[in-house]
């Protein structure tokens, strides 16, 4: 095939055959060099969090992709389309300019304290005075995991980045990782009884533009109670709207096991 | 059909065989001899007449009844089409024509054994090696040393005996000779055929038989219409015969 | 671990009764991959092809597997180039039926040849003349270029999407993926024309011989396009019966109907030319050559209905209905519709091949017949097994429809 082989004719029909068949090789190659190169600087440069994160958000149904500002009614029906990412949104940048603060309504039942924030994939941060922050689990994914079958805990001086995977837990038959609301390092591990699961030392000054705190927080509660009872309204057994809604007390038991791992997935945010 | 006219450039020898057939007896010694010259394998017992390597295949042939019933033979190897239908189509250039002596040559060392090239043959002269070649006891040391053995999975066919017009030239060459002595080229078939049934020769050497035979209008090809040039003809005396032959074979009647 | 690779919100089978369904298939697999090993360590003779006859079962379905498998890059070609969205669907399926096709297609060849060693030497010594030197070429690039598109939807796996690097991979092939796909339309324009070509530049063969435009035989365009109008109907089919078989709804009903409309409307064009390009070959083509067609058909069962079954029964006849909205509204017809469609250029491929190869040449030939031999059928059903075999576990484990999850939740 190759012009120096002994018995290669450079006749045309040859040379644009191999020509051809040569440039779509090389197309192929390219192409796959191309998306090697690229990926492998993207995980050097520490973007492959944020990859898995736009996957899986792009993956998830659009109930879960609801705008921040239409779960407090400012912007009715609105699906957020950038991964709730909210620094870089104008609609967003225009709304808290001119934000007035929401009052701080029902929560739908849940524990929602002040001094936190939320992210949208239910973990919660909390800036301590030592200039960390603490992370756990909020009062609605507490209640709905129950008591985990295991808990996944990165080890101290691992790195987090923000919407990146924290932690990942069990419960049954469901296995499910946890975002993580800041990017920083672990300085501490936690535990359900301490009260926090981890410690992070946040890389620069904390950024909070895309966390849910105080009145919006509580709206955020409230309307994830809707999104639960639609993720589970196909599962046999659980207690339609009509008859009250979930007992927000005992949301794990509310759950077939068999659904379990598919409403985890659908709350946590993770496709 | 846009392959009708003959190739452009004809070869600068066209090495040709006539086949008469009025003198063909059917006796198969073309065959024999065929086989003993290049090393062809005696057939596998489950062998049918479709799977065994024959380059030389001499049919037997019976006109209907209606047409006058009579029996004849036809012994067809491989027509050396000037205008091959088989070459263009081997994947991997295994088939080759020879412009000096259009003599189309298969090289096995070379064949894949896809089988194209015997699918775009309308004469089916070739075979495929579906078995490897086995010889009885003693015979393997009777074997000729200027041709190669085949194995198995190869396609093959009769290249008009091309070794001998290698050892042809080789003897002119080392006589100082540009050309052969036709005498010192005669394929296996035709040196063997006892009726004198075939004739070879160069067709552009107008003193040759050959030449003489194809020029007096009594040969023809086999498929002629299909355009493929054979360099194989056949002469018969019989009008009959020569019309049917004439034919292609999916005319019937 | 069975239960970790499934993707979330899909339901399965549970792992026994999956290992049950696939054992039948694993047999079917074995008993072929056994006959091909009668065919490798004794030859070729384990088969009841013979000089005359030397192309026969296993080339056929190469043809039609790979006629079949153009879904592959039809779907991709209307998706990411035409910018078909709602094609999005079938696509991961489309890519998996392409690469089991075509690998399938590529493993029974290299059995059907009698020296599989010396395959490399088509890439060594080619003979760009040759149609078959064109199909050797494209069908190895594509089948490496249907690789590239299958392995994204492995690395998405549920589990596998866990090593780091692994989806960033996907995720930087997948915005490439047009790339791919203009490459897969090229190639497979390409090698699905030179597998037509294989037969229409058979000179010493009238009943295959057709015509020529610029350098291809009229077969190499009408093997295009029939590959093309089947390739939407056989995605059709296969993810209708995937959502029988699991009992699944797997596509939206809109998907179906797109599909069948891509399909009957390129079926029109494809039988439209059929229909002249026979036409030419009737009344010009095969009388140059001395032969009236009338005789290809005089050799029971292969009569004239075989053209007209081929061109009308299993050509217009779908072509229509795929076109009507009517038909296209229910899944029972528009399924029937599919399947007379893939039956015809099935029927196609059965005739280049088979009648091609039994019609006589020489005056005194007559007309051959030849049956598989049961290492033949067993080699092809092995190819069955691994389609099977394959698609059932990338069925399982791999996220083939996107639509299923909603569809599910939705009841």
């Known amino acids: 095939m190759l012009p120096g082989n002994t018995d290669f004719i450079a006749d045309p029909f040859n040379l644009v055959f191999l020509g051809v068949f040569a440039a779509v090789l090389a197309t192929v190659v390219g192409t796959l060099v191309v998306a090697a190169v690229s990926a492998r600087r993207a995980v050097t440069r520490g973007k492959a969090a944020s990859i898995l994160w736009q996957h899986e958000f792009e993956e998830l149904p659009s109930s879960a992709k609801e705008c921040r500002h239409a779960l407090t009614g400012e912007l009715p029906g609105r699906h957020c389309d950038r991964a709730f990412e909210c620094k870089g949104c104008e609609t967003h940048a225009k709304l808290v300019a001119d934000a007035k603060a929401l009052p701080f309504l029902d929560t739908g039942g849940f524990d929602v304290p002040a001094d936190r924030y939320y992210h949208r994939g239910h973990a919660w941060l909390k ?101 639960l009872q639609l993720a589970i309204s196909g599962a046999r057994g659980v207690p339609a709207l009509a008859d009250g809604g979930l007992p927000v007390g005992d949301l794990s038991k509310a759950i077939p096991e068999e659904d379990r791992d598919r409403v985890l997935g659908e709350m946590l945010l993770e496709a | 059909m846009h392959t009708q006219k003959p190739p ?23 065959g024999t001899a065929c086989a003993v010259e290049n090393n062809i394998p005696p057939a596998p017992e489950r062998s049918t007449e479709r799977t065994g390597v ?82 009885p006891e003693g015979m393997a040391a009777s074997l000729n040393p200027d041709v190669s053995v085949r194995q198995r999975g190869v396609v093959e066919k009769c290249n008009f005996c091309v070794q001998r017009l290698q050892a042809a030239r080789a003897k002119a ?73 004439s034919r292609t074979g999916v005319m019937r009647g | 671990m069975d239960d970790t690779l499934i993707g979330r919100g899909l339901k399965r089978t549970p792992l026994p009764r999956f290992l049950l369904w696939l054992a039948p298939w694993a047999g079917l697999l074995a008993f072929g991959l056994y006959a091909t090993y009668l065919c490798f360590a004794h030859g070729l003779n384990q088969t009841n092809m013979d000089n005359r006859f030397a192309f026969g079962l296993w080339i056929y379905l190469d043809l039609t597997v790979i ?37 399938g297609a590529v493993g029974i060849l290299m059995v059907d040849v009698g ?121 059709l089919l296969t993810t209708w019966l995937v959502g029988k078989v699991s009992r699944k709804r797997l596509v939206s009903p809109e998907v179906f109907q797109t599909l069948g409309k891509i399909s009957g409307w390129l079926l029109l064009v494809y039988v439209v030319l059929k229909g002249i390009d026979s036409l030419v ?66 029927l196609n491929r059965y005739v280049m091949t088979i009648q091609t190869l039994a019609l006589p040449s020489l005056p005194f030939d007559s007309f051959l017949s030849y049956s598989p031999s049961w290492q033949e059928t067993a080699a092809f059903l092995a190819v069955l097994g691994y389609g099977v075999l394959l698609y059932s576990i990338s069925f399982r484990w791999l996220n083939l429809f996107p639509e299923e999850r909603e569809l599910a939740a939705k009841g």
């Open chain 1, 127 to 227: 800036p301590e005075e030592d200039g960390t922050v603490t992370l756990g689990l909020d009062d609605l994914a507490t209640r709905l995991v129950g008591k985990p079958s295991t808990l996944d805990l990165p080890p101290v001086g691992e790195r987090l980045a923000e919407n990146g995977p924290a932690f990942r837990l069990s419960a049954g038959k469901a296995r499910v990782r946890i975002a993580s609301p800041v990017t920083g390092e672990v300085v501490e591990t936690g535990s359900l009884a301490k009260g926090f699961l981890l410690r992070v030392k946040p890389d620069g000054p904390l950024d909070t533009r895309a966390l849910l705190s105080g009145g919006e927080a509580a709206a955020f509660f409230t309307r994830e109670m809707d999104r």
């Open chain 2, 8 to 30: 452009s450039s004809l070869p600068a020898h066209r090495y040709t065989l006539v086949v008469d057939l009025d003198r063909c007896t059917g006796c198969g010694s073309c």
């Open chain 2, 54 to 135: 024959v380059w030389m295949r001499v049919h037997e042939v019976t006109t209907p009844a209606t047409a006058g019933e009579r029996t004849g033979f036809v012994p067809i190897p491989c027509q050396q089409c000037d205008n091959p239908p088989c070459v263009d189509v081997c994947p991997q250039r295994a088939i080759e024509y020879d412009p000096r002596t259009g003599i189309v040559g298969q090289i096995p060392v070379r064949c894949l054994g896809c089988r194209y090239c015997m699918v775009a043959c309308p004469y089916h002269a070739r075979s495929f090696n579906w078995w490897s070649p086995e010889w």
């Open chain 2, 173 to 245: 060459a080392a006589a100082g000779k540009a050309e052969i002595d036709p005498a010192d080229y005669v394929p296996a078939c035709v040196e063997a055929c006892p009726s004198r049934a075939l004739s070879f020769g160069d067709a552009t050497d107008p003193e040759s038989e050959v030449a003489r035979l194809v020029a007096d209008g009594e040969s023809f090809q086999l498929l002629a219409a299909l355009g493929t040039h054979p360099k194989v003809w056949y002469r018969s005396s019989d009008p009959v015969v020569r019309e049917r032959l």
């Open chain 3, 67 to 103: 006629a079949l498998g153009a879904g592959a890059f039809f779907t991709g070609f209307l998706l990411y180039i035409l910018k078909r969205t709602e094609l999005k669907a079938v696509i991961n399926s489309a890519v998996v039926i392409g690469f089991i096709c075509y690998s």
């Open chain 3, 115 to 235: 020296q599989p060693l010396r395959a490399w030497f088509t890439f060594w010594h080619p003979n760009v003349h040759s149609m078959l030197t064109e199909v050797t070429f494209c069908i190895t690039l594509y089948l490496g270029v249907l690789a590239v598109e299958y392995a994204p939807l492995v690395m998405k796996n549920r589990r596998l999407k866990e090593i780091p690097g692994l989806l960033v991979l996907e995720h930087k092939l997948h915005k490439l993926m047009v790339v791919f796909a203009g490459i897969g339309t090229l190639l497979s324009f390409f090698h699905q024309g030179s597998l037509g070509g294989l037969y229409g530049v058979l000179r010493g063969n009238p009943f295959a011989f057709r015509e020529h435009i610029f350098i291809w035989p009229t077969t190499f365009f009408l093997f295009i396009l029939s590959a093309a109008a089947v390739g939407p109907s056989f995605v």
């Open chain 3, 281 to 346: 070959w009737i009344n010009a083509t095969s009388p140059k050559t001395g032969v009236q067609v009338s005789s290809f058909y005089a050799h029971p069962p292969f009569g004239t209905w075989i053209l007209f079954a081929e061109v009308v029964l299993l050509g217009l006849v779908p072509a229509v209905l795929l076109l009507s909205r009517r038909v296209r509204a229910r899944t029972g017809l528009l399924v029937l519709a599919a399947v007379m469609a893939c039956a015809g250029v099935v």
